[in-house]
């Protein structure tokens, strides 16, 4: 029961309601959904920076309620990476979201999501193959395994994801699409510190020094872009990025692609909408960027 002190509070300094099992998720919304009220789901895996509040800021535009999510999710890590170490910090999270707008947190143990005995997988293809689905081959089915449950469980309207990530919101745009899953997905445009930098929970891991350098890759895609747009072939302007960040400091270099838009099939010229996408290491940090390229 709220107390009087809380129910005096202005909605975003109330303490964000916390459910943790599927059964209470459902109840909530299910009686959102009774009252004729919309929901949206905002899947995160914690950590929460202004990038995920303005996913939350979104999903309050195209819902009348919103359930945000935290859970780290051990099926899209391989052994080596940094599930142990990702950043966890749920009471902070909950009072940013609540200060969002969020009107639930959906917040399970890894026991709750897989328990005993789980056994099953999902395997997908598409625009999964290449980039991020070559460098860390377990994530995307990681991804569609925990994202697809997220969906039957809080049983959203619409869920709403950053195009920081842009291969996982394709990836999971053609899933949810392939699965027959009735929620609309909706793409949020990257949100970035102000020297361009793309906002990651991984930005944790870069010293000060990294940190001021890390820039430099947005820099280098977004004057890749233009380059482009203008008619480049994509070898030299993807050459020149990598030119570029090398420069700066990046050490290993993932990928850095031309790809379609809306398929992610690899193109050597942006003759319609394209995204310019790629991955390199700066000191611990594995930073991930895009940038669209429209044709003149």
């Not at 749920?90 to 999501?113: F, I, N, Q, W």
């Not at 377990?138 to 395994?145: I, K, N």
């Not at 993807?238 to 050490?251: D, H, K, M, P, Y």
Request: aromatic content about 6%.
């Amino acid at each position: 029961m709220t107390s009087l002190a809380a129910a005096r509070l202005p909605e975003s300094e109330q303490p964000l309601p916390v459910v943790r099992s599927v059964d209470d998720l459902r109840a909530q919304v299910s009686a959102w959904h009774r009252d004729g009220k919309t929901v949206a789901l905002v899947p995160t895996m914690g950590a929460l920076h202004d990038g995920h509040l303005a996913l939350v800021r979104r999903a309050r535009e195209l819902a009348d309620q919103v359930v945000a999510s935290v859970f780290v999710n051990p099926t899209q890590f391989a052994p080596h990476e940094d599930f142990d170490r990702y950043p966890r910090d749920e009471a902070g999270d909950s009072s940013k979201l609540a200060s969002a707008g969020c009107h639930l947190l959906y917040a399970p143990t890894v026991r709750a999501m897989y328990p005993e005995g789980f056994a099953t997988a999902i395997s997908v293809g598409g625009p999964a193959e290449g980039l991020c689905g070559t460098f860390r081959p377990q994530m995307f089915g990681g991804v569609a395994l925990v994202v697809t449950k997220l969906f039957l469980q809080a049983q959203p309207d619409v869920a709403v994801f950053g195009e920081k990530d842009y291969q996982q919101l394709m990836v999971i745009r053609r899933f949810a699409r392939d699965l027959d899953i009735p929620v609309r997905v909706e793409g949020l445009p990257t949100v970035r510190e102000a020297d361009g930098l793309a906002m990651s929970s991984r930005n944790a891991y870069l010293s000060a020094d990294e940190r001021a350098r890390a820039p430099e890759l947005n820099r280098a895609l977004r004057d890749a872009a233009t380059a482009l747009a203008g008619g480049a072939e994509a070898a030299t302007a993807l050459e020149a990025v990598r030119t570029r960040i090398t420069a700066a400091g990046f050490g290993s270099i993932d990928y850095v692609e031309l790809r379609d838009a809306d398929t992610l099939v690899p193109v050597t010229r942006a003759e319609r909408p394209a995204r310019l996408l790629a991955a390199a290491w700066m000191g611990k940090a594995r930073l991930i960027d895009n940038v669209p390229v429209l044709p003149a």
